[in-house]
């Protein structure tokens, strides 16, 4: 079975089109927890809806907590979990039809891999992120926090709620160390994500280059040292 665990932060108008794809899974062995994350908007009553009119099959859980931030969310959704597989949803993205089947068959096909991921879409703009190996991996964050996760490779300590930023990056580097495995690579874009989200954000390319005075850029430059150093990785950008 798949644990799917969705944090979620005032996303009442968005999270109605993550669940609908989430229905639409051909890949049926599934639950959906729900971690709203201190919102202020009308989650409860938009998710209490959604389940009322759709499908009976499907496990829901729904728990409220006091504002933390996405780790934490995520930390507390894997508690509740039960699934021999993990797979953490942003609540501003939605899943192709097939996105659970080939993640789980890639995994079932490559037992020595930790975890299966895909390119996507950011908006209108494709990711697409290839093969990486463990040089690629340790070089910049490029694997997406949508990927699904044997439940046995995922990280005693969780997620690390003290990261602000490259909380999916860290992760890929805790596996490795610990484990030291990596995952499995699917051709295909298998979600979108809609700009915007009060989880992420994504600035252009160009704007780390020649914008460093930018609060975006110094936070994105700062929790880049933050990871490093915690995984020991010094080179240059």
Not at 2 to 13: C, K, R
């Amino acid at each position: 079975m798949i644990s799917i665990i969705i944090p979620v932060y005032n996303q009442a108008d968005k999270i109605s089109d993550t669940l609908r794809s989430i229905e639409s899974q051909t890949f049926r062995d599934f639950e959906v927890i729900i971690i709203n994350d201190g919102s202020k908007d009308n989650i409860d009553e938009v998710v209490g809806q959604f389940t009322k009119e759709n499908s009976s099959e499907i496990s829901y859980l729904f728990i409220n907590q006091e504002n933390k931030g996405a780790p934490a969310a995520r930390n507390r959704g894997f508690k509740e979990s039960s699934g021999e597989f993990l797979f953490f949803c942003d609540a501003d993205a939605t899943l192709v039809p097939d996105a659970l089947d080939l993640m789980y068959k890639a995994l079932e096909q490559n037992q020595e891999a930790a975890y299966a991921y895909s390119s996507f879409y950011w908006g209108k703009k494709v990711f697409k992120v290839g093969n990486i190996d463990a040089e690629k991996l340790k070089k910049a964050p490029c694997i997406h926090t949508m990927s699904l996760v044997r439940q046995r490779d995922f990280p005693m300590s969780g997620w690390d709620d003290s990261i602000k930023k490259f909380q999916d990056w860290d992760l890929w580097l805790t596996i490795f160390k610990e484990k030291g495995k990596l995952g499995v690579f699917i051709n295909k874009a298998l979600f979108s994500v809609s700009p915007g989200g009060s989880m992420s954000s994504w600035l252009p390319s160009f704007a780390y280059k020649y914008f460093p005075f930018l609060p975006a850029v110094k936070s994105y430059n700062n929790a880049l040292t933050i990871v490093k150093e915690k995984h020991e990785i010094f080179f240059e950008k």
